[in-house]
């Protein structure tokens, strides 16, 4: 079965790096046509797109974060990473990833379950 999980610390203090990890399983984020991304959820406001990496390693980030974003990954651990540097409190929200997989047929998401981080001091 195909599964993502978030992982990272739930808590960071303003002006520091906040940085979470998506573990893949049951699917190749290096497969042709698949984009790893991250997407954010601030309490009681609608999703916003934070960025992605493609399969091919191009990063994709959302205009109005891309001097703080940074998306990376490791292909040996399947696994991708995003850091968002200089963080407030406006940067609390719960933080999803996801794989876009684009096809002929049909494109879809794969979600993680999504994971609260809290910017605090």
């Known amino acids: 079965q195909v599964q993502l999980q978030e992982s990272g610390p739930g808590l960071v203090k303003p002006s520091q790096t906040l940085s979470l990890t998506c573990s893949l399983s049951?699917?190749?984020?290096?497969?042709?046509?698949?984009?790893s991304a991250w997407i954010r959820q601030p309490p009681g406001k609608g999703l916003e797109w934070v960025g992605a990496?493609?399969?091919?390693?191009?990063?994709y980030y959302s205009p109005s974060l891309r001097r703080r974003t940074s998306i990376s990954r490791d292909t040996s651990k399947n696994q991708f990473t995003l850091q968002l540097s200089s963080v407030t409190p406006e940067d609390t929200a719960v933080y999803y990833c996801a794989l876009l997989v684009f096809r002929t047929t049909g494109s879809f998401y794969y979600w993680g379950q999504g994971t609260q981080v809290t910017v605090s001091s």
């Open positions: 049951g699917v190749t984020m290096t497969t042709n046509y698949h984009y």
């Open positions: 990496i493609s399969y091919g390693g191009r990063n």
